[in-house]
């Protein structure tokens, strides 16, 4: 495969950063690909881009030099003092591939244009680097739910609506839009809207693009999607499950906003349901402490009951360092979505869904069973 582009939305932010600094570290010997799926012996077949093979560019809507950013981690201690200098061209190389977000994105009478000049970004992208696919990926600050708008339901609809002056898509979907347009991949790391709609869902096989989403499952679910199953394959009755979460950083700043949370924590509390059969008790809090920094610790208390009613409880802690988890997904998730680009997969890409809390598609929902059809997919 030639050099394949990754278009990052939110391209200045904590995750992004390390995603650039960890493709070229490990590209340069420096690190191994310690967290990358696509780097087990499972994975030897598949035909996916080499890390190397990554050309990194992006929006952001602010300007904070890539540079400082990197200075940034290495002061949390996300990223390894001396890794900074060390990849310092390809720090630069993916600099001079920002591009400034449009702020006024979302207002009235701007949408078209704002799509306009995403799309004419990804296609100047595509032919200063000769890249054969672009994968757009958007790792930007988590939106709030959108309204439901009757120009989501179809493309026809969208597209007269979108030439009108009321806003009807969020930031995320204008980017999901836009990269359909320009013949790209479209990756929602987050939990808001992008390719979610059923319009765009139409756009996307129309235009024969792939798209994968959404929100990155990384710690406290990623936990769940393994116990929930043992719970119900077990026969235990799980009577509620509660957790904690907090969290520094930029994400937490956005999560404190308890719009932005509640896409969060329904994306976590549909993994339980899905994998229970059932809704269980119990809720989900995201507590903003920035002293955490780029660290997060969730805690999670399930009661449940076992032979003859008797009533247990599993509890646990997890600290994880929220971008180091989330990078080498980034990665991974440029190098398969890649993959459905070059054969061809237009529409939600289920085989994903190890990736996420709120997979497209109908796919299962328990990790192992997850694991299995990704590694069938990308092998086949
Ligand atoms: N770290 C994890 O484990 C994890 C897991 C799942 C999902 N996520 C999601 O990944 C996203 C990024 O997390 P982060 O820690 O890097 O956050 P961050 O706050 O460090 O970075 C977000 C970046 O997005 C930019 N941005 C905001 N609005 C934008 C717009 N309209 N267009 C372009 N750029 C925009 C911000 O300026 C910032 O640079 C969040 O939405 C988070 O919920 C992270």
């Given amino acids: 495969m030639s050099r394949t582009g990754v278009w990052l939305i939110g391209a200045r932010g904590s995750v992004a950063t390390t995603a650039i600094i960890g493709a070229s570290a490990v590209r340069a010997g420096a690190a191994p690909p310690t967290g990358c799926t696509a780097e087990l012996p499972d ?3 598949a035909a996916v881009p080499g890390l190397g093979d990554l050309v990194f560019g992006g929006h952001d809507i602010v300007d904070t030099p890539l540079v400082k950013r990197a200075e940034q981690l290495v002061h949390a201690g996300v990223v390894p003092a001396a890794l900074p200098r060390l990849v310092a061209a390809d720090l630069e190389a993916a600099e001079a591939e920002i591009r400034p977000a449009d702020r006024d994105a979302g207002t009235a009478g701007h949408q078209v244009h704002a799509i306009a000049r995403i799309v004419e970004d990804l296609q100047a992208f595509r032919a200063r680097n000769d890249l054969r696919e672009i994968v757009v990926l958007n790792v930007s600050s988590t939106e709030p739910p959108c309204e439901p708008h009757p120009a989501h339901e179809s493309l026809a609809a969208l597209d007269a609506a979108l030439a009108g002056p009321d806003p009807v898509l969020p930031a ?30 139409e756009l996307a096989r129309e235009t024969g693009r792939p798209y994968a989403g959404r929100d990155g499952k990384t710690g406290e679910t990623l936990l769940r999607s393994v116990l929930a199953p043992m719970f119900a394959q077990r026969g235990l009755n799980v009577l509620a499950w509660s957790g904690t979460n907090l969290l520094g950083g930029g994400d937490g700043a956005t999560l404190a906003d308890p719009g932005a949370a509640s896409s969060k924590n329904a994306s976590k509390q549909r993994v339980l349901e899905s994998n229970l059969g059932r809704e269980v008790d119990g809720e989900v809090h995201i507590d903003y402490v920035p002293a955490l920094g780029d660290w997060k610790t969730a805690w999670d208390h399930v009661l449940f009951e076992g032979f003859l009613g008797a009533r247990m409880t599993l ?13 080498p997904l980034v990665l991974d998730l440029a190098r398969f979505t890649a993959k459905a680009c070059h054969d061809g997969v237009a529409g939600g890409v289920s085989e994903l869904g190890f990736f996420f809390k709120d997979s497209v598609g109908d796919g299962a929902h328990d990790l192992a069973t997850q694991y299995a059809a990704l590694r069938d997919w990308a092998t086949r």
């Fill in 315 to 327: 509890q646990l802690t997890w600290q994880g360092c929220d971008s180091a988890l989330a990078a």
């Fill in 172 to 201: 995320s979907s204008l980017y999901a839009y836009a990269a359909f347009r320009a013949d790209c991949g479209f990756v929602d790391f987050t939990p808001s809207t992008g390719a979610r709609l059923p319009a765009l869902d």
């Fill in 43 to 45: 994975f030897a077949g």
